[in-house]
């Protein structure tokens, strides 16, 4: 069973459209996130869920606006993607004072 | 500007040799965790070290913490083609429990 699953793996759309990343956890951890790692492998925090509550958004554009349905689940929607965008978005899950379990990544090409 | 800084940026050793690479980082920390990426994969935890923790062990890895230099070092002992990935220091610190912060990774290439 994957702990952190995102879906899809690999997403491919044009400038301006719109689109969505599916996050599930199903290790019952209380907290998840979404990270963004650019072309030279920085991984930048986007946006931490404690129970369903958002925590932290680190400045990112309101064109990013997660969702979090349940605790375990925390889904990623972008409109009027740019270029800029391009990147792997990683969610991930934890519970407090542990160390994070990450999925597997979504590659989001923009052109 | 990154709380964590890495050192070096890339490592390359042979089969069986010692691989060491450092953290540094800038305001005090609640704890201080490593993690594993392979190419094309996501991150996978490697060791959590807590703030008032010096040294910990896991496997053929070896982890210290100086709070007072603000430092950190990854040891892999006994290397294998396998361990070649990017390493990443991450910090979270005393003043937001919610927030892992990683520092840029040093790329090791073990051959065979």
């Known amino acids: 069973d994957t702990a952190v699953s995102q879906t899809p793996k690999y997403l491919v759309t044009q400038m301006g459209n719109d689109k969505s990343i599916k996050c599930e956890q199903n290790l019952g951890h209380d907290t998840m996130y979404w990270y963004k790692q650019d072309s030279k492998k920085f991984l930048k925090i986007m946006f931490s869920y404690n129970n369903k509550e958002l925590i932290i958004n680190e400045t990112v554009p309101n064109r990013f606006s997660p969702k979090s349905p349940d605790k375990a689940h925390l889904n990623l929607h972008i409109n009027s993607l740019e270029l800029g965008d391009s990147a792997v978005y990683f969610c991930?899950?934890?519970?407090?004072?542990?160390?994070?379990?990450f999925g597997s990544g979504t590659r989001l090409t923009v052109v | 500007s990154q709380q964590g800084e890495e050192d070096p940026q890339a490592l390359s050793i042979q089969e069986g040799e010692n691989a060491t690479m450092n953290c540094s980082y800038k305001?005090?920390?609640?704890?201080l965790q490593w993690y594993r990426q392979n190419s094309g994969r996501g991150l996978v935890h490697l060791i959590l070290i807590r703030s008032n923790e010096r040294e910990k062990h896991s496997g053929r890895l070896r982890v210290t913490l100086d709070t007072s230099k603000k430092s950190s070092s990854l040891l892999i002992t006994a290397s294998r083609a396998a361990d070649t990935a990017s390493y990443f220091c991450a910090t979270v610190l005393r003043s937001n429990d919610y927030k892992l912060s990683f520092g840029a990774g040093t790329t090791v290439t073990v051959r065979a």
């Open positions: 991930a899950s934890s519970q407090l004072g542990h160390g994070y379990t």
């Open positions: 305001t005090s920390i609640n704890n």
